[in-house]
């Protein structure tokens, strides 16, 4: 992944994840609101490369596809679930689904730090 390794990227879209609940769930007007998703898209555009390559890194060589497929699969599903969450935060009020998206974005941005990856994604 380059230079600085997964790592930073990894930490920055969790960043981006919090920031951007954030701004969502504070909006105030339209444009405010989109920001917030805007950015939040960014992050999920920033964490799939990295994340893809650290998880066929750690399945190492035997394990490589599986891995990374599996990787995929939680991917769409952890987009299937905001979805879910996103409906039932109507009783909560709908900044609710944005505020638990910007506290577990929190939470794996410390969790990632506190956590050994690959210096390198998977040989080609």
């Known amino acids: 992944m380059g230079r600085w390794g997964v790592r930073p990227p ?23 609101f989109l920001l917030g998703q805007a950015a939040l898209g960014l992050a999920a555009g920033v964490f799939f490369a990295p994340g893809i390559s650290s998880a066929g890194a750690l399945g190492g060589t035997a394990r490589r596809g599986l891995t990374m497929g599996i990787f995929g699969v939680a991917f769409s599903i952890g987009l299937a679930v905001a979805a879910l969450l996103t409906a039932a935060s109507s009783r909560l009020g709908w900044q609710s689904a944005f505020v638990a998206v910007a506290a577990l974005g929190a939470a794996a ?13 998977p040989a080609g």
């Open 10 to 32: 990894l930490l920055v879209a969790c960043s981006l994840v919090s920031i951007g609940g954030l701004v969502a769930a504070t909006a105030s007007g339209l444009v405010q």
């Open 109 to 121: 941005g410390i969790a990632l730090a506190a956590t050994a990856l690959p210096s390198a994604g």
